[in-house]
């Protein structure tokens, strides 16, 4: 593949494509398909990923957008792994698209090669690198039969201090509280101050993350039924040995996804998109 701006290296015997261009770089590891950094012009990093990862290979990477696909959460047979088997398998960059503005990957699970076995979904990711960062995930039924399916793009964001942090773009909408299973309204901005796990629905407008030190973010979506946000503080970080002590003061999840039932017909498609913007004033 001739590419000007994507190269591959070798890390903890791992493959990665690093994308170096005018106005970005970014690093994506072949397992998981998972987006580890993006950087934008000024070096300004805009993910997190814990000083604690694991990036062998033996399970999911914590940090960057692990991708949770074919479901969201626990599976309800709990042999299996939590949030599906997309973000445990090597991904194979298919095609790249590049000119002066960006860099588009196109990744593809390798599932063959795999010990999880998916014979009624496909699945393709676009990853739009640039000014501004896009994830696109295209799944389709490939089977003869109506197939369901749940989803995420497991963003996390980097902040300076997530206790001088606000979202806005919630505002009046319903959201269930994962923790004390409850459901309840959101008033205002949204301010996190302790673990928070919670998934917003019917989310209109894009959400802004406003994050004193760092421009402001905005975050948007389609495709999606419901944002999740998730920052484990000190109580559930702890409970999590990939994930560094003091990391929660730097991140928080914003999650584009599909946490309710998506069922596709026999040939139909979906596509999940978040798309994160830099806002400048
Ligand atoms: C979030 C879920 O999306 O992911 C949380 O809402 C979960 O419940 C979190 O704890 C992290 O999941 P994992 O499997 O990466 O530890």
């Given at each position: 593949m001739r590419t000007k701006y994507v190269t591959t290296k070798l890390s903890n015997g791992q493959k990665i494509y690093q994308v170096d261009h005018p106005f970005c770089t970014a690093t994506i590891s072949e397992f998981g398909g998972q987006l580890l950094s993006f950087q934008d012009q000024q070096g300004d990093e805009w993910l997190w990923l814990s000083k604690?990862?694991?990036?062998?290979?033996?399970?999911?990477?914590?940090?960057g957008v692990p991708i949770c696909w074919p479901?969201?959460?626990?599976?309800?047979?709990?042999t299996l792994p939590q949030h599906g088997y997309a973000r445990l398998v090597n991904w194979a960059l298919v095609s790249v698209e590049e000119d002066e503005f960006g860099v588009q990957l196109t990744l593809q699970p390798d599932f063959v090669n795999s010990k999880y076995e998916i014979h009624n979904l496909s699945l393709f990711m676009k990853i739009d690198l640039g000014t501004s960062l896009s994830i696109q995930l295209h799944t389709e039924n490939i089977s003869n039969f109506s197939v369901s399916f749940s989803q995420a793009i497991h963003t996390y964001l980097a902040v300076d201090d997530i206790n001088e942090c606000s979202i806005s773009g919630l505002n009046g909408c319903v959201y269930l509280d994962q923790l004390k299973n409850k459901i309840s309204h959101q008033e205002n901005d949204l301010v996190l101050n302790q673990w928070t796990d919670s998934i917003y629905s019917n989310v209109q407008s894009p959400i802004t993350l406003a994050n004193r030190g760092k421009t402001s973010k905005s975050i948007d979506g389609n495709g999606h039924d419901s944002v999740v946000i998730w920052n484990p503080w000190q109580d559930g970080a702890r409970l999590l040995?990939?994930?560094?002590?003091?990391g929660y003061q730097n991140m928080i999840c914003i999650e584009m996804a599909n946490t309710g039932t998506t069922t596709l017909a026999p040939r139909q498609s979906h596509t999940l998109t978040q798309v994160i913007s830099k806002i400048t004033s």
């Open positions: 604690s990862a694991i990036k062998d290979g033996s399970k999911a990477i914590r940090g479901w969201f959460g626990p599976n309800v047979d709990k040995s990939d994930f560094d002590d003091l």
